[in-house]
């Protein structure tokens, strides 16, 4: 097992010679001078600042039954809001490796590389893991021949830590799309936007459930709730943005958006 992750690590380290790493924030070319190996020394400074320290989400701004606890490694403003949405809308899906490398980073205290191209490493959560598999919450509206951004999230933080990746559940035909909808309404839309595939057995197993975005945490619930039901012993959410108001420590007078 370790082998082949190894070959694995050692191709994407060639292929990012021939595709080099790009700034997952803004696009630019990556180089030596980046930090962590993972964006551009001109995003440094807003990383940091729209970095959720610490990681875990609080009760009091997001609905969080059935879960185990909430993570987000950012808050959804700026450059992360612009980063997430250029990957859901299909413009740039190679950058969900990036956004899963800071996800790993800056909520799991993984090692970043120094280098691009390398992955950050966690040998304790290797060693000692947290969760038995990954479920990602699947999209409403996936674009053709792309992969759910979740997904790619998924594949990747399972490449990372060696974890299984099951997809696990599966958007209900015509349901009601949460973006649209308020915070009550996306509570009652959630509990019947989702459902696991069939014969989806998670008896015994802690699952990382993860997306994009957390807004209200109403997906994730509910999502975690048949996860649950399936036999998951717990269920832990994670993404990469989550939507709350900036602590006021991080605002700025005006926000400057790329």
């Not at 694995?8 to 990556?30: G, K, S, V």
């Not at 980046?34 to 989400?57: I, K, V, Y």
């Not at 807004?215 to 269920?235: F, P, R, Y």
């Not at 832990?236 to 400057?256: G, H, Q, S, V, Y």
Request: aromatic share 6%.
């Amino acid at each position: 097992m370790r082998k082949n992750t190894d070959w694995t690590a050692a191709a994407e380290q060639a292929m990012a010679l021939l595709y080099p790493r790009r700034c997952p924030f803004c696009n630019t070319l990556l180089d030596d001078t980046a930090p962590d190996g993972a964006f551009c020394p001109d995003c440094a400074s807003e990383e940091t600042r729209l970095a959720h320290l610490p990681p875990r989400l609080p009760e009091t701004e997001h609905v969080l039954y059935a879960l185990q606890g909430a993570m987000a490694a950012y808050y959804y403003e700026g450059i992360v809001r612009e980063a997430i949405l250029l990957c859901k809308n299909g413009g740039h899906p190679w950058h969900a490796r990036e956004l899963a490398d800071r996800m790993a980073v800056r909520i799991w205290g993984a090692e970043a590389s120094n280098v691009p191209g390398k992955r950050p490493r966690n040998e304790l959560f290797v060693q000692m893991p947290l969760y038995h598999c990954i479920v990602p919450v699947p999209p409403h509206r996936p674009w053709p021949g792309v992969p759910g951004l979740a997904l790619q999230l998924a594949r990747r933080l399972g490449t990372l830590f060696q974890i299984p990746v099951l997809e696990a559940l599966e958007v209900v035909p015509h349901a009601t799309v949460q973006k649209s909808l308020t915070r009550e309404e996306r509570l009652q839309n959630a509990k019947k936007a989702y459902r696991c595939r069939p014969k989806v057995d998670l008896s015994g197993k802690r699952v990382l459930l993860v997306d994009d975005i957390i807004t209200t945490g109403a997906t994730a619930s509910a999502c975690a709730l048949l996860l649950l039901q399936a036999g998951a012993v717990d269920v832990t959410a994670a993404a990469i943005a989550a939507k709350e108001d900036l602590p006021k420590e991080k605002r700025i007078p005006t926000e400057k958006y790329r």
